[in-house]
């Protein structure tokens, strides 16, 4: 079983939607969790990052931790074409584990 | 500032060459790490740097691959003897303090490296 597990994708929906992405992990010592944005030909960028449970927003997004379930989320509101990026999440202990990454696409 | 710079952009060998990538990290920054991206596949870690030391290169796939760090700055990560499966994309992230969890990454581009 891999550490982190995240759907692939592809995720296409229209602009204006409310997206949500998604991630499970194994170990429940991980206690930071973060999300990175990756554009094509360009490394990841760091979007969000939450420490233990609970919600954090930013703008339209808003990143949410179930320790009790090992489930990560990230919803993004209003979703703009300049949104469509592949979305990886990343949580560890002693370094950064990363989801496979879901491809976003959203529809002008 | 500039950010985290990598080359080649794209490299192009043969099965049995030896190739080197190298980084530039964000100036000041005391971490540097290594990845690896294979296609649709999340990024898969390969060695850490605190300074020119390497504290955890686990990551490694083979003795094939190496990787060091000079001046607490360059980083150059060598395969030799390529082999097809080694074609990816080659990610260097640096970090600021002391490359802890919480620490951001700054990633670079990455080189495409495709071995025919």
């Known amino acids: 079983q891999k550490e982190v597990e995240q759907d692939p994708g592809p995720l296409s929906v229209p602009e204006g939607a409310i997206v949500s992405l998604n991630c499970t992990y194994s170990?429940?010592?991980?206690?930071?969790f973060m999300w990175y944005r990756q554009y094509s030909r360009k490394g990841p960028e760091l979007l969000m990052y939450?420490?233990?449970?609970g919600n954090k927003e930013d703008g339209r997004f808003t990143a949410q931790v179930d320790k009790s379930s090992k489930y990560i989320s990230l919803f993004i509101r209003d979703s703009q074409p300049s949104d469509s990026a592949t979305y990886l999440c990343?949580?560890?202990?002693?370094?950064?584990?990363f989801g496979q990454g879901t491809r976003l696409t959203i529809n002008p | 500032g500039a950010g985290v710079s990598q080359s080649p952009s794209n490299k192009v060998t043969e099965k049995g060459k030896d190739v080197e990538l190298r980084c530039d990290p964000i100036?000041?920054?005391?971490?540097l790490y290594w990845y690896r991206q294979r296609l649709g596949q999340g990024l898969e870690f390969l060695i850490y740097?605190?300074?020119?030391?390497?504290?955890?290169k686990s990551g490694l796939p083979s003795d094939r691959f190496s990787a060091e760090r000079t001046g607490e700055s360059v980083s150059t990560l060598t395969i030799q003897r390529t082999q097809q499966e080694d074609s990816a994309v080659y990610l260097c992230?640096?970090?600021?303090?002391?490359?802890?969890?919480?620490?951001?990454?700054?990633f670079g581009p990455g080189t495409r490296l495709t071995v025919l």
């Open positions: 740097f605190q300074g020119n030391s390497a504290p955890d």
């Open positions: 939450t420490y233990s449970s």
């Open positions: 992230a640096s970090s600021p303090l002391t490359g802890t969890l919480t620490d951001t990454q700054y």
């Open positions: 990343a949580t560890g202990a002693q370094k950064l584990v």
């Open positions: 100036s000041g920054h005391t971490a």
């Open positions: 170990n429940s010592a991980f206690q930071y």
